[in-house]
């Protein structure tokens, strides 16, 4: 699968980075909305993970916003990190996130949801 990682931490990043490819996904990291939105259309993933308090010019909801207005995006699941607050959640489940992950979160529920986004698109066609 080819995965997309939104996250302006570093380290953060690094770990989604290493965590998924290291399970035979191909990834490509974005450290800002901006080039975030740039990737998603040139790379065309299969899913899309992404910091909901992402700094920079375009907030973490407003690059999920824009994501959804994309015709080549319209339809990919995004999984979102963020922190315990419960509204947050809300507004990133409403936006349409399939999962949103509390900070620090489990490498394992991760990897779960990555493998049963593949298991439902196995066998599909996607028109890019």
Known sequence: ???????DSDSIAAMITALVSGRGHEVRGAASGAQGLEAAASFAPDIILIDWALGGAISGPETCARLRREASTRETPFLVFGDTDEEAKRQAIDAGALAYYTKPWSALALLKEIESVRRRSSGRIRLR
Request: aromatic share 0%; glycine share 0%.
């Open 1 to 7: 699968m080819q995965i997309l990682v939104i996250e």
